[in-house]
């Protein structure tokens, strides 16, 4: 296997706040291959987000206890100076965010805001800086894209401003590309037409992609790896054959039996799962999971489950005997499915 | 635009037209004193009195008074402020002279003022929101809370005792005789006559300015954009002057015009307590003295600086927010 | 005059001051030689410009026919107006109540004392624009007509001429002319009165019988045509001053494009220059020592009065020298000699409602006059610098000293008697038990007006706190100034007491006091009889009244004011001033006021006006000055 372009090692980030130490994320490992698009899964407060912002420097050590080890081409960023690390964010790792009307400046012209990310990285002239920003535009497929690079944020419709989002992050020609709930604020057409466009523009750029959701429909169609957070920790990890079809944790199957089908009869109730995510701060011991889930047992509130591989590099963070696991699996929750 | 614009102009207009009816009324229905017999004074004859009421048209009907105060109101040549309705009880001209003459005075007093406290209050306040609980934080925001709490009497008496009577420094209240118009209050200006009264009113306004681009900015700086500014990899003094100040001070556009408005409609505590001949000097005068017409013809004069003040601060704030668009 | 207006800005207590030790004798400083009465030969005070500052502008815009306010009466006197007489400009023991032919030569009365005749001096002329034009008996028929002419004379004293014969049917638009006056030739005018008149001389001293010089077309009102709201601003002097620039001013050109004198700016400056037209020899009666007066309008009091103590100033007209400078000047010996007070002829008072019970019971009013503590009223308004305790209700002046030690309430340090008072209550019908407390229910909440700021807001505590041992409660309502003198003179208030007012002479003559304040003449809708004194049955039960008899003294007021002036006229006032204090009582007079001066180190002499109760601003000599 090639050298990971991304290689996280068990990163925490720890706020302190007034309520007291929250774990936001609790020792969360993954890789990331050039090519490769990775999909991190899970309720709101689960640690998605915290993780990305964090590898990308957004989160410094002034604002939380930060421990582990990030490595990017050969450097571990959480140890980089300031500077450096600003050169590395916008370049080298971008990142896009979830609701484009409020990320995007309202006050300056979207190709302004484009040729800034460029100029801030290139030292070229402004007409030339606005020239890579019109043809960004182009390639996002925005119609018009010189006079819409004249145009304010507010002129632009959602996926239109989405896709802008998209375009200001690829500009420096990046090799990791973190879309943070990209299609969250976006109507079903329009999310799929985004998808697409990261798929294209990650093999035409050559970049490494990871899509942070909590939307299971969005990762199935578009992610090679797919790590499910739970309480700032992985609970599974796997490609995503095996998170679909060979599921090994609870919670995973519990996010699969909650999706609602269209070929159910109308009035077959959902299946949630029962109970909230917990708060992050007073984080139940043992598995954090363990509240919740209808197969625990008695190590379960006790012992910290690690992340195990089960098969290659599909693993679990779970007690259960693999055994177990299939059975269950087999028997309850494929059946369901 | 255009069409905003007219509706904006009519707008002003009823505005201005029901400030006016309220003082009308207030003044005539709710009398300290009959006007007749406030204007005749001391001494008075069934007579006089009745000879006052002719001499100011007191005896006609007052729809009949208040249609002569109106036509006042359009500002046009020869009937903007006419000088038949418009005639002062009290110094007895036309109340357009008087204004004429105290106009440069309030205009130096406020603009002079306006400038010095931007450029003392809005640094201040980028200070303090960038630095939030620093130790340079938290000594801008004892200036700001000791600025917006003390009284402006106070402070002016204050500093005319200690600059003038006792350090000798500044010269002391008022203009001196033959200083007339822009070119007198100018030359007042450059004699430092205007410097302690600017200091008055600019200290408390440079508080208040101050806090208010502190909480601007550290709101703006709380939006979602500014992640983005940074995720882009730009400096953080990039971040914070380009992009999150463009966002805390748009506000201040909106505070500016209409606290000019406001001042250019007189400071009266300022002008009073340093002697300086402006609009609110005049105002409150005229006021204690029931002077009737120069009490419509302040208010209506200062009806329509706010009015206006309030229509440029709109389409100003087009100019700087491009969300805003006026039809 | 009402004094409220005038002093109001004249004296505001600050805080209570402690008594002070030192403080010159009662009217005037006759005791010690005051500036002004050695005068240095005149040649020597010559020159200079004179800075002076006023707090408020004057109420009229200086018109003749309009302004009734004694700082503009100064004015008038020293320096831009002569008249037919006029006065010295000096305190009344130094002559300064005394009338003196000014623009007259002379003056002579016929037999049945109907008609005078005045000679008017000949080769005076007018200051520039109309140098070239000589004052004569016409111009004063002008003036006088422009008095009576209702649109012009608002605000002012038109009704010390109704007795001219057909002034009130000129007023009223019925007569051509005033029959009463005629001038004969260019230098001869002769009055005719309806009624003997003793005082005509003094009402021909007044700023409004002025002489208003003719223009060029012949218009009936000369210069002034055109000009009935605001002819001040283009008036044509005739005093030893003139506005400056008032040479700018062309009366050819259509009234409303004539330019007003630019020396006068409302609300901002008065800038007086020497008339050249005006000589010496002709005019015995005035100093005229600067060269240019120069008045600032506008400012702080206190901060005035620092600028004068530092040179910057040399005098504030209408000011109130604070409580703290008082005591300085008085007790420093290099200061002493620039602070001055006189008597400013006015008294302050609280007036009984006669037609108001208890009030309608003369000794409940005497029982208040014995209970007064009129050193506390006095000590509340800033101690014994601001006036002496008045034992009766005309200023000395007026009745040439006659009463200056009566009093027919005498207490203690003037702090007020209740036992005496109690003694007296006795007597009335409202204390039923004769306890010497009144007990009957209209002792109780008894309505009292009075004035809202200080120091009457603190005098209304004094005064409740010495009238209810004798058993008089009182609800007091204080209102702003203006409100106050209305309602006090508005006799459907009903109010019973009011305790607000001050009130000045117009003129050195005892008629400014008896007639608008006590006889019929003065009773509502005209001014300012509060007490009712003089009102008919009739009257009494229109407005509303219970009581249907007052007491009336408009028969003395009538034979007193038909006296040629003189002895035997201040005799009749001071008798009167005794009725009304023993038989009458309408009030409790209990300060007379003195205006308090101090002046800058550049002023080398100082004169008192006893007739508008001011510094003369022409006798104030600043022959350093020349900035």
């Known amino acids: 296997m090639a050298q990971p372009l991304l290689e996280v090692k068990d990163l925490k980030v720890h706020f302190q706040t007034d309520d007291g130490l929250v774990k936001a994320v609790d020792g969360v490992s993954y890789s990331l291959q050039a090519g490769e698009t990775l999909g991190i899964v899970g309720e709101s407060g689960s640690g998605k987000s915290v993780s990305s912002l964090t590898v990308m420097g957004l989160i410094t050590p002034k604002q939380a206890n930060i421990t582990g080890e990030v490595f990017f081409q050969g450097q571990d960023l959480l140890k980089v100076p300031k500077d450096e690390m600003r050169t590395i964010r916008g370049e080298k790792i971008s990142m896009i965010f979830q609701d484009p009307m409020t990320s995007l400046h309202p006050f300056y012209k979207v190709g302004y805001q484009i040729s800034e990310a460029i100029l801030e990285h290139q030292d070229i002239s402004k007409k030339e800086a606005f020239d890579q920003a019109v043809e960004m535009l182009a390639r996002v497929n925005i119609p018009h894209p010189r006079d819409r690079a004249s145009q304010y944020p507010h002129e632009f419709s959602g996926g239109m401003r989405q896709r802008a989002m998209i375009a200001m992050a690829l500009s420096l020609n990046p090799d990791v590309l973190i879309a943070d709930e990209p299609t969250t604020a976006l109507d079903v057409t329009v999310q799929a037409q985004i998808l697409d466009l990261i798929d294209r523009l990650k093999s035409e750029f050559n970049a490494a992609v990871i899509i942070i959701t909590h939307d299971l429909g969005v990762v199935a169609e578009h992610c090679d790896n797919i790590m499910v957070m739970y309480a700032g920790k992985a609970a599974e990890y796997g490609n995503t054959d095996d998170i679909y079809y060979k599921p090994l944790h609870p919670y995973t199957w519990g996010l699969l039996s909650s999706i609602p089908r269209l070929d159910e009869e109308k009035k077959e109730r959902l299946n949630p799962i029962r109970g909230l995510p917990p708060s992050l701060i007073q984080v139940p011991p043992g598995c954090a999971f363990h509240p919740r889930c209808p197969y625990k047992f008695d190590p379960c509130d006790r012992d910290v489950p690690e992340l195990l591989p089960v098969d290659g590099h599909h693993a679990a963070a779970c007690h259960l005997s693999l055994a177990d696991k299939e059975k269950i699996r087999d028997e309850e929750v494929l059946v369901r499915r | 635009m255009g069409r905003y614009l007219i509706r904006r102009a009519l707008f002003m207009v009823l505005v201005i037209m029901i400030v006016s009816f309220l003082t009308f009324m207030i003044f005539v229905k709710l009398p300290a004193g009959d006007p007749a017999r406030r204007a005749v004074g001391r001494t008075t004859t069934p007579e006089q009195i009745e000879n006052a009421r002719l001499a100011f048209g007191l005896d006609k009907p007052l729809y009949v008074q208040y249609w002569r105060f109106l036509k006042g109101f359009i500002p046009y040549p020869g009937l903007w402020l006419d000088e038949d309705v418009y005639f002062s009880y009290g110094s007895f001209e036309p109340v357009k002279n008087e204004l004429g003459r105290r106009i440069p005075i309030t205009g130096i007093l406020a603009i002079g003022a306006a400038v010095i406290w931007l450029a003392i209050g809005i640094p201040i306040g980028i200070l303090s929101g960038v630095r939030r609980r620093s130790v340079a934080d938290r000594a801008a925001m004892i200036f700001a809370i000791v600025g917006v709490s003390m009284p402006i009497f106070w402070l002016a008496q204050l500093l005319l005792y200690a600059f003038w009577f006792k350090l000798q420094i500044l010269p002391s209240s008022g203009i001196p005789i033959g200083y007339v118009g822009w070119g007198g209050a100018v030359r007042a200006a450059l004699e430092g006559r205007f410097i302690l009264p600017w200091v008055s009113l600019a200290y408390i306004n440079a508080a208040f300015y101050a806090r208010m681009v502190r909480g601007n900015l550290i709101e703006t700086m709380n939006e979602d954009y500014i992640r983005t500014a940074r995720a882009k990899g730009l400096s953080e003094r990039r971040v914070i002057y380009k992009h999150g100040l463009r966002g805390a001070l748009t506000p201040v556009v909106t505070m500016l015009g209409l606290d000019v408005g406001l001042l250019l409609g007189g400071a009266f505590i300022t002008e009073t307590v340093f002697g300086l001949p402006g609009i609110g000097q005049l105002a409150v005068q005229s006021i204690g003295t029931n002077d009737f017409p120069t009490v419509m013809g302040v208010t209506v004069l200062g009806a329509f600086i706010i009015a206006i003040a309030n229509l440029v601060v709109d389409v100003a704030y087009a100019f700087v927010d491009p969300r805003v668009r006026y039809t | ?627």
């Open chain 3, 1 to 627: 005059m009402r004094r409220g207006v005038a002093l109001n800005r004249a004296i505001r207590v600050i805080a209570v001051v402690a008594v002070l030790g030192m403080v010159a004798g009662a009217c005037g400083k006759s005791t010690e030689p005051t500036p002004g009465t050695s005068k240095p030969p005149t040649a020597d005070l010559e020159g200079g410009t004179l800075h002076m500052a006023m707090l408020a502008d004057v109420t009229a815009a200086f018109d003749p026919q309009k302004e009734y306010y004694s700082v503009t009466w100064e004015y008038f006197r020293c320096c831009l107006l002569r008249t037919l007489m006029s006065y010295e400009g000096t305190p009344t023991d130094e002559g300064g109540a005394e009338i003196h032919p000014d623009l007259a030569s002379d003056a002579k009365q016929s037999d049945d004392g109907l008609t005078w005749t005045f000679t008017i001096k000949p080769g005076l002329m007018y200051a520039p624009p109309m140098q070239d034009t000589e004052i004569t008996a016409g111009d004063f028929i002008r003036a006088i007509e422009r008095t009576a002419n209702p649109k012009a004379n608002v605000g002012g004293y038109s009704f010390y001429y109704s007795v001219i014969e057909g002034f009130d049917d000129f007023a009223a638009g019925t007569a051509d002319t005033i029959s009463g006056m005629a001038a004969p030739d260019d230098h001869t005018l002769s009055i005719t009165t309806t009624s003997p008149v003793g005082d005509i001389s003094y009402r021909f001293a007044m700023g409004t019988t002025a002489p208003i010089p003719p223009d060029a077309e012949g218009e009936r009102m000369g210069v002034a045509e055109g000009h009935d709201r605001n002819y001040g601003r283009f008036l044509v002097a005739s005093g030893p001053y003139m506005f400056d620039g008032s040479d700018t001013m062309d009366f050819s050109a259509d009234p409303k494009d004539q330019t007003e004198a630019p020396g006068y700016v409302p609300g901002r400056q008065i800038v007086l220059v020497r008339n050249p037209s005006w000589t010496r020899e002709s005019d015995q009666l005035r100093d005229a020592f600067p060269e240019k007066i120069e008045v600032r309008i506008g400012g702080d009091n206190d901060d005035l009065y620092n600028q004068v103590a530092q040179g910057a100033l040399d005098f504030v007209v209408d000011g109130a020298v604070p409580p703290e400078k008082i005591r300085d000047y008085q007790t420093n010996p290099d200061l002493q000699d620039r602070i001055n007070i006189y008597a400013s002829d006015a008294v302050r008072y609280v007036s009984f409602n006669l037609a108001v019970p208890p009030f309608d019971d003369v000794h409940v009013r005497k029982a208040v006059n014995w209970a007064f503590d009129k050193q506390g009223f006095r000590q509340l308004r800033g101690g014994p610098s601001v006036g002496e305790i008045a034992g009766h209700i005309m200023v000395n002046s007026l009745e040439d000293n006659i009463l200056a030690t009566y009093d027919p309430y005498p207490t203690a340090n003037a702090a007020g008697d209740v036992a005496k008072a109690k003694e007296e209550m006795k007597q009335s019908v409202y204390d039923t038990d004769q306890d010497g407390v009144c007990d009957a229910p209209e002792c109780k909440d008894i309505l009292t007006i009075t004035d809202r700021e200080d120091p009457y807001s603190e005098q209304m505590a004094l005064l409740k706190q010495f009238l209810e041992p004798i058993g008089l409660t009182l609800d007091d309502k204080q209102l702003e100034r203006g409100t106050m003198y209305n309602k006090c003179n508005d006799a459907n208030s009903k109010h019973a007491l009011c305790a607000g007012p001050g009130w000045g002479k117009d003129y050195a003559d005892g008629v400014t006091f008896a007639e608008p304040l006590f006889s019929s003449a003065g009773l509502w809708e005209s001014c300012c009889n509060y007490s009712l004194v003089g009102a008919t049955a009739d009257q009494l039960k229109g407005w509303g009244y219970k009581v249907t008899s007052v007491p009336s003294v408009d028969d003395d007021e009538a034979t007193c004011a038909a006296l040629e002036p003189g002895d035997a006229r201040f005799k009749c006032w001071a008798e009167l001033d005794k009725k009304l204090m023993e038989d009458v009582v309408p009030w409790v007079p209990y300060l007379f006021d003195n205006s308090v001066d101090i002046l800058s180190d550049n002023i080398k002499n100082y004169s008192f006006d006893q007739f508008a109760g001011l510094a003369a601003f022409d006798s104030l000599a600043v022959p350093g000055n020349t900035a």
